[in-house]
C-alpha cells in the first residue's frame, strides 16, 4: 500500500517520502511464492520481489525512501500559524529526529496474531501460515490444519476444503460462539473437516526438509474430563457437549494456519493522537459521522477528557482506522491497506487502496 501510494504520489508531483525499515512490510515476510499478484510472475513472484520491483519502480518516478521507524505521529505547531496544518512525523534516528509534512499516508499494516510456541517461527514459510487464500494451494490433496475459532477460522477451513484433502480445526473451546452462526454451520456440517474441542497446540513440528510434518496437541484446562461420550460431530448445536475427552497426540498435517485475528499496527499514531472507537461516535442509525468536507478534512468529536490539538483519530471495534474512501478523522492523515482493513487483507487490494489514497491526498492538498 505505502509504496502504491507512494508511485501514484511522485507521478502526481507531490515529492513522497516513504519513511519504513528496509526489512519491513508484510510482504517481506512471506517465505513463499506470491503467485496470486497479477503481472508478476517467475523468479519475481516472491514477497521480496514484488517489494523490490515496486521500491526500484518508486525510486525512478521520484519517490524518496529513508529507512527508518517512526515513533510517532502528530500535529505540527508553528507559532507562525493561525491553524496547524502540517504533520509531525518523528523518527527513532537520532540524526533524523523528524519530517514535516503536509499530508501522511498510514500504510503499517496489520500483525497476525500468533500462537508463540515451539517451532511457528522457524516455520512460517514452510508449512505455517496466517493466510489461506495466499498459501493453502500449496498443500492440495493433503491434510492442513486450521487454529482458531471465530469468523477468519471458520472462512480459513472452507476455503481450505477446496484443495486440501482434509482439514482439522483446532479450537480451545468448546464451541463456535465467537464465529458467525451460518459460518460455524458450515464447518460443522463440512465432510471434508472435523473440530477438535478443547485443544491448543504445544508445538510444531518439521521433517528432515525443514517442513511442518505434524503438529502437536494438548488439551486445555477447559477439556472435559472422564471417560469419552462420543465425537465431536455428533455435538449439538455446533458445542463439544458429548464430545471425547482429548488427551495429548500429534497430528500429522503438511500446514498450519494461525487465524486467531490481527493487530492493526497503530500504536505510533496513539502516541500523538487521542483516540475513540467509532461506536461511541456513530449516529444512532449506526451511520458513520461525516468526517470534514471539501479539502480541509476534519474530525469526528468524541465526549471525556481533554482533546490533543482539537482533533480525535478514530478507530472501529477492532482497533482498525476508520475512514471514509481513505481518510481518517484527523486532517491531513490518510490510510491505506490492512491498518484500515480488516476484512480482504491481500496484496493486491492494499496497492488498489495505496493508489486511492495518493489520489485522495492530491485532491485534499490542490483543495
Known sequence: ????????????????????PQGGGQLLGK???VENYPGVAGPAATG????????RQAVEVGARLVDEQVLKVARFHSPAE??????????????????LAQSVIVATGAESRWLGVAG?????GGGVSSCATCDGFLHRGRAVVVV??????????????RTSGKVTVLHRGGNFSRAAKILA??????PKIEVRWHVEVAAFVADDQKKLSAVKIRPTESAPKGPPKGTSKGAPKGTSEGAAAEKAFVLPCSGAFVAIGHDPATAFLLQGFKTQSKNETSSSDGEVPRIGGGGGGGWAGGSGGEKPDGEVLELDEGGYLSTVGTRTSIRGLFAAGDVADPTYRQAITSAGDGAKAALDVEKYLGA
Not at 493561525?82 to 519530517?99: F, G, M, Q
Not at 454451520?185 to 463440512?190: A, E
Request: aromatic share 2%.
Open 1 to 20: 500500500a505505502g509504496l502504491s501510494a507512494a508511485i501514484y504520489a511522485a507521478r502526481a508531483g507531490l515529492e513522497p517520502v516513504v519513511v519504513a
Open 31 to 33: 517465505g513463499v511464492d
Open 48 to 55: 521480496r520481489g514484488i517489494v523490490e520491483l515496486m521500491r
Open 82 to 99: 493561525k491553524e496547524a496544518s502540517l504533520i509531525e512525523v518523528v523518527l527513532k534516528d537520532p540524526e533524523r529526529t523528524r519530517l
Open 120 to 124: 511457528e517461527w522457524e516455520l512460517r
Open 148 to 161: 482458531g475459532g471465530g469468523d477468519a477460522a471458520m472462512e480459513d477451513a472452507l476455503v481450505l476444503t
Open 185 to 190: 454451520q458450515k464447518v460443522l456440517n463440512h
